[in-house]
């Protein structure tokens, strides 16, 4: 059974930061990419970054220059490092893994962490 574990969420300040954790554990044979996305309440679930098989990293437009992911495949582990964080950045951030299995995709999520950006 796959697992994902996110950590790190909470209460910040306008201008403040907060690094949030995913940690994958299970039959994950093989990790194609782990991302994450964000998800505020009426809207719809937004990729916020990306780190694929090839190591490369993708930022979703409105946190470039703020945000930035990393991966340690040693431990199954993405970070997500959030500067200058704005009220419009509240959210339920949640982990995604894509497995890949000669040719066979499989997506897995977390549960999500709540994070809220307020004076």
């Known amino acids: 059974q796959v697992q994902l574990v996110e950590s790190g969420g909470g209460l910040v300040q306008p201008g403040g930061s907060l690094r949030l954790s995913c940690v994958a554990s299970?039959?994950?044979?093989?990790?194609?990419?782990m991302n994450w996305y964000r998800q505020a309440p009426g809207n719809e679930r937004d990729l916020v970054a990306s780190?694929?098989?090839?190591?490369?990293?993708v930022y979703a437009d409105f946190v470039k220059g703020r945000f930035t992911t990393s991966r340690d495949n040693a431990k199954n582990l993405v970070d997500l490092q959030m500067n200058s964080l704005k009220p419009e950045d509240t959210a339920v951030y949640y982990c995604?893994?894509?497995?890949?299995?000669?040719?066979?995709?499989?997506?897995?999520w977390g549960q999500g962490t709540q994070v809220t950006v307020s004076s």
């Open positions: 299970g039959s994950i044979f093989s990790i194609y990419s």
């Open positions: 995604n893994v894509v497995s890949d299995v000669d040719g066979n995709f499989t997506s897995y």
């Open positions: 780190v694929t098989a090839r190591g490369r990293t």
